[in-house]
């Protein structure tokens, strides 16, 4: 593997747990209604578990209300079980038609819970985008164990990697504070 093969590798690995984390994070219940907080509820839907997405239309009619709207009206039995046997904590409405989730204003304990959680997943990411600089670390002192790089280089581009490193953290932890921002608003 060459150096600009091992740096290519290495920040793709890490630019892919930055938006892990972004994705994880769309999916975290603030006070305010989004979509993305169903991407985890699938429904049994001819024998196979489809997301909700797939079967229904996902609308916003209020901040803090979605309305789902099957495509099949025989669906909404299965998506309020869905909903119900998630962790979303939150009763579906049926209205025959269509199904309402009303999110009720989050209590300040709950907002410290999440911004636990943001900050526990900011450092989860920290720790998979180090490991990755370990990787490339080590790729780069295999390079020289071959004689294919000098001392030289090796420091050079130790330096190079560190910067990377501190770079997607520096972006995971401003993304963290953002996240950990929108939770506490009231």
Excluded: C, W
Aim: aromatic share 4%; glycine share 4%.
């Amino acid at each position: 593997m060459s150096l600009e093969q091992i740096f290519k590798d290495t920040e793709h690995k890490m630019k892919g747990a930055l938006d892990a984390m972004v994705h994880d994070f769309a999916s975290y219940r603030t006070g305010r209604a989004t979509p993305a907080v169903l991407e985890r509820v699938s429904v049994e839907y001819y024998g196979t578990e489809t997301p909700v997405s797939q079967v229904a239309n996902v609308s916003i009619p209020e901040p803090r209300q979605l309305l789902i709207t099957p495509y099949e009206k025989s669906l909404i039995p299965a998506i309020e079980r869905a909903i119900l046997k998630s962790d979303l904590g939150i009763s579906p409405v049926n209205d025959g038609g269509s199904i309402r989730l009303n999110f009720p204003q989050m209590t300040e304990d709950r907002r410290k819970e999440m911004a636990k959680t943001v900050h526990a997943r900011v450092e989860t990411t920290r720790v998979s985008i180090r490991n990755n600089r370990r990787e490339a670390i080590d790729g780069i002192k295999a390079l020289e164990k071959k004689k294919e790089i000098t001392e030289d280089e090796v420091k050079s581009n130790e330096t190079k990697v560190q910067k990377l490193t501190d770079s997607y953290i520096a972006q995971a932890d401003d993304l963290g504070k953002r996240k950990e921002a929108e939770l506490m608003q009231v």
